[in-house]
């Protein structure tokens, strides 16, 4: 794509061409290209062979998984019946994409337009994520057919699950509501869009409250296995409060992370507004993180007081909880201090960097690693994280696939200005 | 004075109002189960367990389970250490019976299934209700309704359930049914119960049971161990145990609590009214404070369509 804007050819970003004629549904879909042009373009880049690559062994273990059931790709265990589709495909990915509500609140709710430019992208990164944690939830799930169940059939109303349940769909269908407004303009369907854009605010709040409950209520799941969850991973009273605070930091570092990505490389679809406040943004964004990290650790430090659980500290487990925090959250603060101090951009964006992974490895230590600590380790079948790896090549082509297309990074022209 | 505090009473009030409001609109969070009293158990007596693993062959049969690995008969079962670990209840046994060798005492012989909780953590964690604690005791579970999540599996304290991960088209969780639908039912004795040779086990009303074990340990407080097992963890459990060694010795897990699992989940259950009923308002609040005397409304700059003629 580069090269081609070299040539002078400019991507789709308009209701009309030039010589004023509207954009066909298959000229949107090329971005504007021709076939040709687009076909060459794909072809050229190298990322996309990582991908094809990816796809290839991954696509038919995924259909040999629902062929054959879970018992071939994985180690069918008793003892841990949740591995990494969940750990990671659900307990990870959804506080990463707190994003959406996050940004939703502070441009909406607060009036703090300035952060627009990345409102799209947030909301986008929030319904993305949360669409694939329940995709991979779909290849987790023992009868992935009775998925609604929970919904239409049969009720478990005193479970954390079923109220996870029902706010990730629930959330999910208000995201998608929130993004929406970026496909009717694609699509050029006005009235659909002004319709969503009446309801912001209550769609916004709806978010914040479905969010705080449903952040909170994954960890609230852990609080069922008092004993095989690690005790330092472990609070009655404090779990959700956990996870609902660290979902803050690690949504806005997620956003930071996927906006350095795409200023890298896709900077021929960002408008000139997005490259100009994004470093700004980077900054602030950056801020909010520290201040909810700030307030992780507190808590962290708090639970660890109440419980008296400081003798823990000097086994074993406990260097490995003081690594996943000095990593994670100290050290992650650390660079974001110096960073927001020195304006620095490059900084806050390592600093988010190490957030994300600091929330990777928290997540992961409560739901595999500190899990079951006095029984044995399991490590994940190969097929199981070829599995994981491969939905998340898909999110990533589904994620860029949307990026190139639809007004997320980049304002619509409409009718009137073009 | 008085009327700061009234104002603050009402205040109060309103919030505590409008949570209660908004309460049953998501169907009683946190519900409580009370055990049926009249319901059946099971007591077992370690110290009269000689380890022939009858009770598994019967459950085997009564359960129509599948051919097991080694025979009944083939006692190198007992030093089997799956993940360095003693066996544990499988999708094709709903029982297993291991060998623990206390330090300078006769081996100890434990018989492993469920133990039909009073509250159960299966229960309370499953999102669609896929078990039933009936009134005569047992703990069953409806293969119809399961979805597969093994929320169950995470929350049994006693690592119980398990899944026939094996089956593509229909895998569901596999445990001890106490012999629901084949026995217990019609007020019949469990079949490994009735198939121990030992007498090791007794089957009653819970209630009974748990004099009869005391009535036990106070006829030969030498002989046992003072404690009944399962009178009291996680909120008491059908299944009780009698034993002459530390109950740790014979790979019980003693530090459970006396509460039962649901209750640790209560602190969360009780925010999720207050939270819908405060946070709209809440943010609601702020929004109009946050964009009092700005004339942009919405902050439509992402469209530009303030040249359209509405
Ligand atoms: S022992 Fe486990 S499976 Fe059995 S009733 Fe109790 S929680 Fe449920
Ligand atoms: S695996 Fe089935 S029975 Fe167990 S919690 Fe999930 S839906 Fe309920
Ligand atoms: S009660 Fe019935 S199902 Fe349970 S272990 Fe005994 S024989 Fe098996």
Redesign the pocket.
């Given at each position: 794509m580069k090269k081609l804007a070299a040539n002078g050819i400019k991507p789709h970003d308009a209701e009309m061409k030039a010589d004023g004629r509207k954009f066909s549904l298959m000229e949107k879909l090329l971005l504007g290209l021709t076939l040709d042009q687009y076909v060459q373009q794909v072809i050229r880049n190298k990322f996309n062979w990582l991908l094809a690559l990816i796809f290839v062994v991954g696509i038919p273990l995924i259909i040999y998984r629902f062929i054959f059931g879970l018992g071939v790709v994985t180690h069918s265990s008793y003892d841990y019946?949740w591995g990494l589709f969940l750990g990671f495909g659900l307990f990870c990915m959804v506080p990463l994409s707190a994003s959406g509500f996050m940004l939703g609140t502070t441009v909406e709710i607060f009036g703090r337009h300035d952060f627009e430019p990345i409102e799209r992208l947030a909301l986008l990164n929030g319904l993305l994520g949360y669409f694939f944690a329940v995709v991979y939830l779909l290849v987790d799930l023992?009868q992935p057919w009775r998925l609604a169940?929970p919904m239409v059939y049969s009720f478990?109303p005193a479970?954390v699950?079923f109220l996870v349940g029902w706010h990730v769909a629930t959330y999910l269908s208000v995201q998608v509501a929130e993004v929406s407004t970026a496909f009717f303009e694609w699509i050029g369907f006005r009235r659909g869009y002004e319709f969503i854009r009446k309801g912001t605010i209550g769609l916004t709040v709806s978010g914040i409250i479905l969010s705080t409950l449903h952040q909170g209520a994954l960890g609230a799941l852990f609080v069922y296995a008092p004993g095989k969850v690690h005790p330092l991973w472990y609070s009655a009273s404090f779990q959700w409060i956990h996870f609902f605070v660290s979902s803050i930091p690690a949504g806005l570092c997620m956003v930071i992370c996927v906006s350095t990505v795409v200023i890298y490389t896709m900077k021929w679809r960002c408008d000139q507004r997005f490259i100009d406040s994004l470093d700004r943004i980077t900054i602030s964004l950056a801020k909010g993180a520290s201040m909810g990290l700030f307030t992780y650790l507190f808590i962290k430090l708090l639970a660890v007081a109440h419980d008296n659980e400081w003798a823990y500290l000097a086994t074993g487990w406990g260097a490995w909880w003081l690594f996943e925090m000095f990593f994670g959250v100290i050290l992650a603060l650390i660079v974001l201090g110096v960073g927001i101090h020195h304006k620095s951009v490059a900084l806050c964006r390592l600093g988010a960097l190490i957030t994300v992974l600091g929330i990777l490895l928290n997540r992961l230590n409560t739901a595999l690693i500190a899990f079951n600590w006095n029984l044995y380790p399991e490590i994940p079948h190969i097929f199981e994280v070829i599995i994981s790896i491969t939905i998340f090549a898909i999110y990533v082509t589904t994620y860029r696939f949307i990026l190139n297309r639809l007004p997320i990074l980049y304002q619509f022209k409409s009718r009137a200005e073009a | 004075m008085s009327k700061i505090t009234r104002r603050k009473f009402l205040a109060g009030s309103m919030a505590g109002g409008a949570a209660i409001a908004m309460a049953p609109t998501k169907k009683a969070f946190g519900a409580n189960l009370e055990g049926f009293p009249d319901g059946m158990g099971v007591l077992v007596d370690m110290t009269r367990c000689v380890g022939c693993r009858s009770c598994e062959a019967a459950c085997n049969k009564e359960q129509n389970l599948p051919e097991p690995d080694k025979s009944f008969d083939d006692y190198s079962v007992f030093d089997e250490r799956p993940h360095g670990h003693y066996r544990r209840p499988t999708e094709k046994a709903y029982t297993v019976v291991n060998r623990y060798d206390p330090v300078d005492e006769q081996p100890v012989y434990r018989k492993i299934q469920c133990n039909h909780c009073n509250e159960p953590a299966?229960l309370t964690?499953?999102?669609?209700?896929?078990?039933t604690k009936t009134p005569e005791g047992a703990v069953i579970?409806n293969d119809k309704?399961?979805?597969?999540?093994?929320?169950?599996?995470i929350?049994c304290p006693f690592g119980i359930?398990a899944?026939s991960y094996s089956s593509a088209i229909n895998p569901?969780?596999k445990k001890c049914i106490f012999c629901y639908d084949t026995r217990l039912k019609n007020g019949q004795t469990p079949a490994c119960v009735e198939a121990c040779p030992q007498q090791v086990m007794v089957f009653g009303k819970r209630k009974e049971l748990i004099k009869i074990a005391h009535d036990r340990i106070r006829r030969s407080p030498v002989k046992y161990v003072d404690q009944v097992y399962g009178e009291k963890e996680v909120g008491g459990t059908g299944w009780l145990y009698l034993s002459g060694v530390p109950f740790q010795e014979a790979g019980f897990n003693i530090s459970l609590p006396s509460e039962p699992i649901i209750n640790n989940v209560k602190d969360f259950l009780a925010i999720v009214p207050m939270v819908l009923a405060i946070w709209p308002a809440l943010f609601t609040g702020f929004h109009l404070l946050a964009t009092k005397g700005k004339s942009h409304g919405h902050g439509d700059d992402h469209s530009h369509d303030g040249q359209e003629e509405h």
């Amino acid at each position: 794509m580069k090269k081609l804007a070299a040539n002078g050819i400019k991507p789709h970003d308009a209701e009309m061409k030039a010589d004023g004629r509207k954009f066909s549904l298959m000229e949107k879909l090329l971005l504007g290209l021709t076939l040709d042009q687009y076909v060459q373009q794909v072809i050229r880049n190298k990322f996309n062979w990582l991908l094809a690559l990816i796809f290839v062994v991954g696509i038919p273990l995924i259909i040999y998984r629902f062929i054959f059931g879970l018992g071939v790709v994985t180690h069918s265990s008793y003892d841990y019946p949740w591995g990494l589709f969940l750990g990671f495909g659900l307990f990870c990915m959804v506080p990463l994409s707190a994003s959406g509500f996050m940004l939703g609140t502070t441009v909406e709710i607060f009036g703090r337009h300035d952060f627009e430019p990345i409102e799209r992208l947030a909301l986008l990164n929030g319904l993305l994520g949360y669409f694939f944690a329940v995709v991979y939830l779909l290849v987790d799930l023992g009868q992935p057919w009775r998925l609604a169940y929970p919904m239409v059939y049969s009720f478990g109303p005193a479970a954390v699950l079923f109220l996870v349940g029902w706010h990730v769909a629930t959330y999910l269908s208000v995201q998608v509501a929130e993004v929406s407004t970026a496909f009717f303009e694609w699509i050029g369907f006005r009235r659909g869009y002004e319709f969503i854009r009446k309801g912001t605010i209550g769609l916004t709040v709806s978010g914040i409250i479905l969010s705080t409950l449903h952040q909170g209520a994954l960890g609230a799941l852990f609080v069922y296995a008092p004993g095989k969850v690690h005790p330092l991973w472990y609070s009655a009273s404090f779990q959700w409060i956990h996870f609902f605070v660290s979902s803050i930091p690690a949504g806005l570092c997620m956003v930071i992370c996927v906006s350095t990505v795409v200023i890298y490389t896709m900077k021929w679809r960002c408008d000139q507004r997005f490259i100009d406040s994004l470093d700004r943004i980077t900054i602030s964004l950056a801020k909010g993180a520290s201040m909810g990290l700030f307030t992780y650790l507190f808590i962290k430090l708090l639970a660890v007081a109440h419980d008296n659980e400081w003798a823990y500290l000097a086994t074993g487990w406990g260097a490995w909880w003081l690594f996943e925090m000095f990593f994670g959250v100290i050290l992650a603060l650390i660079v974001l201090g110096v960073g927001i101090h020195h304006k620095s951009v490059a900084l806050c964006r390592l600093g988010a960097l190490i957030t994300v992974l600091g929330i990777l490895l928290n997540r992961l230590n409560t739901a595999l690693i500190a899990f079951n600590w006095n029984l044995y380790p399991e490590i994940p079948h190969i097929f199981e994280v070829i599995i994981s790896i491969t939905i998340f090549a898909i999110y990533v082509t589904t994620y860029r696939f949307i990026l190139n297309r639809l007004p997320i990074l980049y304002q619509f022209k409409s009718r009137a200005e073009a | 004075m008085s009327k700061i505090t009234r104002r603050k009473f009402l205040a109060g009030s309103m919030a505590g109002g409008a949570a209660i409001a908004m309460a049953p609109t998501k169907k009683a969070f946190g519900a409580n189960l009370e055990g049926f009293p009249d319901g059946m158990g099971v007591l077992v007596d370690m110290t009269r367990c000689v380890g022939c693993r009858s009770c598994e062959a019967a459950c085997n049969k009564e359960q129509n389970l599948p051919e097991p690995d080694k025979s009944f008969d083939d006692y190198s079962v007992f030093d089997e250490r799956p993940h360095g670990h003693y066996r544990r209840p499988t999708e094709k046994a709903y029982t297993v019976v291991n060998r623990y060798d206390p330090v300078d005492e006769q081996p100890v012989y434990r018989k492993i299934q469920c133990n039909h909780c009073n509250e159960p953590a299966c229960l309370t964690s499953c999102f669609v209700n896929a078990y039933t604690k009936t009134p005569e005791g047992a703990v069953i579970y409806n293969d119809k309704v399961c979805v597969g999540c093994r929320n169950c599996m995470i929350a049994c304290p006693f690592g119980i359930p398990a899944y026939s991960y094996s089956s593509a088209i229909n895998p569901i969780i596999k445990k001890c049914i106490f012999c629901y639908d084949t026995r217990l039912k019609n007020g019949q004795t469990p079949a490994c119960v009735e198939a121990c040779p030992q007498q090791v086990m007794v089957f009653g009303k819970r209630k009974e049971l748990i004099k009869i074990a005391h009535d036990r340990i106070r006829r030969s407080p030498v002989k046992y161990v003072d404690q009944v097992y399962g009178e009291k963890e996680v909120g008491g459990t059908g299944w009780l145990y009698l034993s002459g060694v530390p109950f740790q010795e014979a790979g019980f897990n003693i530090s459970l609590p006396s509460e039962p699992i649901i209750n640790n989940v209560k602190d969360f259950l009780a925010i999720v009214p207050m939270v819908l009923a405060i946070w709209p308002a809440l943010f609601t609040g702020f929004h109009l404070l946050a964009t009092k005397g700005k004339s942009h409304g919405h902050g439509d700059d992402h469209s530009h369509d303030g040249q359209e003629e509405h």
